[in-house]
């Protein structure tokens, strides 16, 4: 057994779980001394959870946008968080003229659905532009041009904003009906974590029927499956990708206002980081799995708000909030190395990785 | 409908389908389709729609009011219109050029129509700006750009002109896709370089000004702001002299050349060479400081091309995360050399060959856990590890080592005995050397053993570990290689500033390092040179285009990956491939080509 298994590993795969295991060791490590020091208490702990399924829930419905794209193209739409930005970004405008007319005070409701219907059309404007202009032309190009192709234009849409609305971080109004915060039993959460968890949740409910129940939504499913069989099918699988981009940034702009109405500012790098964390849910959950990037989503907010205190507190590391962002992109290059099939990507596996 | 003639694409399609014999249902399928496709309207105003959402685009992010601070020919045309002019005249051409030459009149109409289009969507633009206030929504939509799109004429007798502009010039465009090659080959040639004379006159007025006969041109060429009239007619004309002659006895030259006997042939190579590293050395006493300053920036992104260009160009390891090493290079000199920091004190010369040591070892080290993942999954690896980097020296976490978000600073400069490096003028020196030092090790690495090892990785990974390439080895040497000359980089990007921060070093240098290699074409040592000096030279040289830099980056990484994929100065290996493609390709068809018709035959 001994001997099979030293045949087996090579020099590499050592070194890789030894980083591996370092790693795990450091964050029992860290977990254990931060739990027995005991500085935070569980009101600590639920705060950050709901913190974290806040963003998480934000993440996985960015997520969505990626991995379907990968599943129907096999490429990484690198220019989705731009996708991501526009909406939130363009909505903005309406919003500021809503509050500065009282409208929004007056109709929370109805401002707050029109808010989300802009954002939602000018991401899925984008998308589908994105799509004709930059991608359609490459889909049989090898795998690194289309990347490239997406790569530069996102540079471009981020700068092509920056030039429209200009370079200033733009504060988003403050809606009153999500102030303040409901108490159930001895916890407290703030209303507007509260809303943006149940409206992320919603939208991803309905997302997953649409792909799940519909006949569109079967036609993409078989698209990713196999493009060849499905257009002897009949279907036409232009107009499915089209639909896939429409989807994904429909779901997209959601995800920025929500974004937007938790951290109350929108700007052109807004899309960023939050667009590689949602790649990072996507490959997390298995790339091409949409529950998987649900959950991957979900999984990494968690992480991410529960990781800093958790398991580097304990360590002793002065300011741990600080990297917070480290701890993200480190599982995701874990999980590429360990686990490059994600949680539930059993199927994909080598043929798509 | 089908008595219209059809443009020249279709016609030579189906001459293709007549000789390979297709059948009379297939030829009348593929007319049906050309006729209605190109409805005679259609391509003008189509093609012309899009260019004039370009324009419209371009004006809105302030490209257009930007640009014209600076003028082409003084008081004629300013940079701004240049752009949109150029918008136009492309439009044109292409909207001309989708019917066949043979019917002047056809592609006149196109061009005009798609000229008016673009004339038109501008047009529109400021008359939606007078009506409602565009700007609390786009920064940039402001009355300075009203007045520059109508010619400062005011709304109503400006708007005319806009579209008799338009109008007029994709007419233009229609008269020169109509005008013969070589005609269209001078105008092009000679037109472009009184734009780029105007462009860069910041480059060449202090150039000729040093040189005291030369100052004469000056005077001659440049006004205060732009070129002089009679000075870009004179430098047009002499422009289309010069392409005139060389095309008609240009092939002489060469040939003259090539018909000498290979010593002289080499001796004539030699010397070229020797005048270029000549203009090299003196370039910095010729130019000035601050065109040294851009010089010294150049090459440190050749530098750190040269680097990628292992990783990403010979290897084909897309790694977006290269800036690490850059940063790792830069820390490691700050860390060994400043005495903020009091750990060791070093030379700079001491400390470059750790600075190097490191690079390799964090190239190696971060190298063995993407080893076995391929294309995108690799580039999102290497941009998580290039950010953790980042985070990681931002944090408070290190800042007793490091120096957190203030950097380090008094890093010491560089020197040789008594010789300083200290300003641009004599880092350039310093970057000079480390540039060819790095170009001649890529250059030979290319060659050899390892860099075939490498293509051959790029080419297709199984079947190079099938041919008995060591993978682990191959790749995690290219990782090193690139790193080492990154780190180098960094470090004399750490003395050349005398300090480092960690804001210097995010995924934006990166971004720009892979998109001057992209630009340049993969792989290709001449083409890191073209790529840097295109994509770092010239937005140092034009301050105006600051802003627009990224967005500019963006649009020719998706315009190179559209229409030009293997760069602009291809590696010699692709453009052998392409041609063989090419040709393979035309084999095939005649090879299939009788097939058909023997059946027809039968």
Redesign the interface.
Known sequence: MWQRLKERM?P?DI??WL?GGGMLALIIWGSTATLIAGRYTAHHWFDFMVFGLAQGSIYALIAMGYTMVYGILR??NFAHSEVFMSGPYTAY?VAAFFNSSGFLEQQPIISLFAIFLVSMSVSTLIAVLLER??YR??RN?P???????A??????????F?????SGFQAYPVVKILEGEWAFWDFRILKFQAVVIVAAALLMAALYTFIQRTRVGKAIRAVSEDKEASALMGIDIDRMIVTTFVIGGMAAGAAGVLYALMFKQVHFFMG?IPG?KA??AA?LGGIGNIPGAMLGGIFLGLVESVGPSLFLDGLG????Y??K??IA??M??LV??FR?TGILGEKLAVKK? | MSTRPLPDYWTTRLQDYKTTGLHDYATARLLDHATMKHSIWQDGIKIGLIGGGIGV?LS????VEAFSQRHIISNVISMGHTLLLVIVLLVGYMAAKRASQTQPLRVLANGLISGLMVGGSLALLVMVGNLVRLR?????ASPVLYKLLTFDYGIGSGIFLLLCAGAFSGLLSGLFYLSPALARRVLLTSLSSVVMAGVLQDLLRPTFALWGPLAIINEWLFAANGLTIEGAVSLFILMALIIYFWAKRGSAVKAGFRGLPPTKQRALRITGLLLLIIVLLILPQVLGLFLSEVLTIVGLYVLLGLGLNIVVGYA?L?D?GYVAFFAIGAYTIALLTSPELGFFGLSFWSALPFAIIVGVIFGVLLG??????R???L???T???G??IR??V????L?PWLGGAQGVGKIPKAAIGSMEFAGPQQIYYLILAGCFLVGFISWRLRDSRLGRAWMAVREDEDVAQAMGINL?AAKLLAFATGAAFSALSGAIFASKLGSVYPHSFN?MIS?NI??LI?VGGMGSIPGVLVGAIALVGLPELLREFA??R??V??????A???FR?AGLWPEAVHRRELQEEESVGTETESLLGPEPGKQEGV
Do not use: H
């Open positions: 090579t590499t070194v890789m980083i490429m990484i405008f202009i930059a032309p490459l190009a795998r690194l041009v289309p990347l490239i192709t790569i530069g234009a996102s540079f471009f849409l981020q700068y092509t920056r030039g429209l609305y200009g960023f590689i790649f990072t490959v590391i002065v300011a741990p600080q990297l962002d480290a992109f480190t995701l290059v590429l190395i490059p990785a | 685009l809105l992010i302030g490209m609390a929504i786009f920064i940039n084909g897309l977006l063995i856990p993407v080893l076995k993942m294309g995108d999954y580039a999102i690896a941009l998580g590890f950010e953790i985070i990681l931002l944090s408070d976490f800042r682990v995924v971004i892979l998109c992209i802003d627009y990224l967005l980056y963006g649009a020719a990484l998706v190179m990956m559209l994929p």
